[in-house]
C-alpha cells in the first residue's frame, strides 16, 4: 500500500459495506457502523446510485465483500465455541466487528493489525463517528512485508501460547507469494485449537472472458492507485500446499459455494463472482 496516506482499497472496502446497507435489500450482514464510519459525505454519495454503485463488478464486489466479512465471522463463532479467547483481525482497514463484538472482553479480546498511517486514519473516522473503542480491542500497528508481527502482537499483549482465531482478509492479494506462505508458517506455529480464515485470488484464467475484462480493469486501476494485486493461488494447488503444512483441517469455499450460502434466489443480482475465494484453515 501507499506508504503517505492510508489504503485507498480499505476506504473502498468500506464504501461497499456501507452501500450494501444502504442500497441491497435484504442484507446479507447487519452492520449498524458501517455507514457512519465511512462520513456523511461518502454516504450521501452512496444513497445517490448511480453508475459506480450500480454495476455488475460494484454488485459482484460488494457481495463477496458482505459474503466474506459474515463467512469469517461465522467461523469465528464457531472458534469462540471450542474455547477460543483471543481474535486478530489483520490489515482490519474500517472493519467494525470490534465496535459490535457481541462477546464479553473477558471472553475475547480483539486485535486490531493494520499499517500505521490505515489505522491512525480509522481512528480518526471512528472519533469523527463517535464511536468508542471498547475496552476489548487493541491496536497493533504493523507493516506485514518490514515487521514481524508476532513481535508486534506480543507488545499489544497477544498470547502466544493460548489459541487464537485470525481473520486475513483482502490483503494476501496485496503481498508476494513468499510472504503469503510465510504467514501460512506462522499460522501453523499456534496452539492447537486456532484457526484462520482468509481470503486469496485464483489465476484470472480460471474465469470467462467478460469477468477477465472487468478484472483487468480493476488490476489497472489498483495499480494506478499504488496497490497492486501481486499474488495468485490455484486453488487446488494452495490447498495442497497448506495440508503439506500439517493443519488439522484446509477447507476452500469459491464463489459458488458463497452464493448457495449467502445469495440465494434474489431478484437484484447481488451475486460474489470473479477471483475471490474463501480459505479456513485450523491447527
Known amino acids: 500500500m501507499k506508504r503517505t496516506g492510508p489504503s485507498l482499497t480499505a476506504r473502498g472496502v468500506a464504501m461497499s459495506r456501507a452501500a450494501h446497507q444502504l442500497l441491497d435489500r435484504p442484507v446479507v450482514m447487519e452492520d449498524p457502523i458501517a455507514v ?20 455488475e463488478a460494484a454488485r459482484g464486489l460488494r457481495a463477496f465483500v458482505v459474503a466474506r466479512a459474515r463467512f469469517a465471522e461465522a467461523e469465528l463463532e464457531a472458534a469462540v465455541k471450542r474455547g477460543v479467547g483471543q481474535f486478530v483481525v489483520l490489515g482490519a482497514g474500517l472493519d467494525t466487528f470490534a465496535y459490535r463484538n457481541p462477546y464479553k472482553a473477558t471472553q475475547l479480546r480483539v486485535f486490531e493489525v493494520d499499517h500505521p498511517n490505515t489505522q491512525a486514519w480509522k ?38 501460547d493460548a489459541p487464537a482465531f485470525f481473520s ?42 467478460l469477468w477477465q475484462v472487468l ?16 499474488s495468485y493461488f490455484d486453488p487446488a494447488e494452495l490447498v495442497a500446499a497448506l495440508e503439506a503444512l500439517h493443519f488439522a483441517q484446509v477447507s476452500d469455499v469459491g464463489p459458488k459455494e458463497l452464493n448457495a450460502l ?10 460474489a463472482g470473479g477471483l475471490q475465494h474463501m480459505m479456513t484453515v485450523r491447527v
Open 36 to 55: 457512519p464510519i465511512i462520513g456523511q459525505e461518502d454516504a450521501d454519495r452512496i444513497a445517490l446510485g448511480g453508475r459506480f454503485f450500480d454495476n
Open 123 to 160: 481512528r480518526e473516522r471512528l472519533a469523527e463517528a463517535g464511536v468508542e473503542a471498547p475496552p476489548s480491542v487493541r491496536y497493533v500497528a504493523c507493516d506485514f512485508e518490514h515487521q514481524d508481527l508476532a513481535t508486534e502482537l506480543r507488545a499489544a499483549g497477544f498470547r502466544r
Open 168 to 209: 486475513w482478509l483482502g490483503v494476501s492479494m496485496y503481498l508476494e507469494h513468499e510472504v503469503v506462505m510465510d504467514m501460512m508458517t506462522f499460522f501453523r506455529s499456534l496452539p492447537a485449537g486456532s484457526g484462520v480464515v482468509f481470503d486469496y485470488l485464483a489465476p484470472v484464467e480460471s474465469v470467462g472472458f
Open 215 to 230: 478484472i483487468g480493469m480493476v488490476t489497472a486501476q489498483l495499480a494506478w492507485m499504488g496497490e497492486p494485486w501481486k
Open 262 to 271: 449467502y445469495f440465494p434466489g434474489r431478484s437484484d443480482q447481488l451475486t
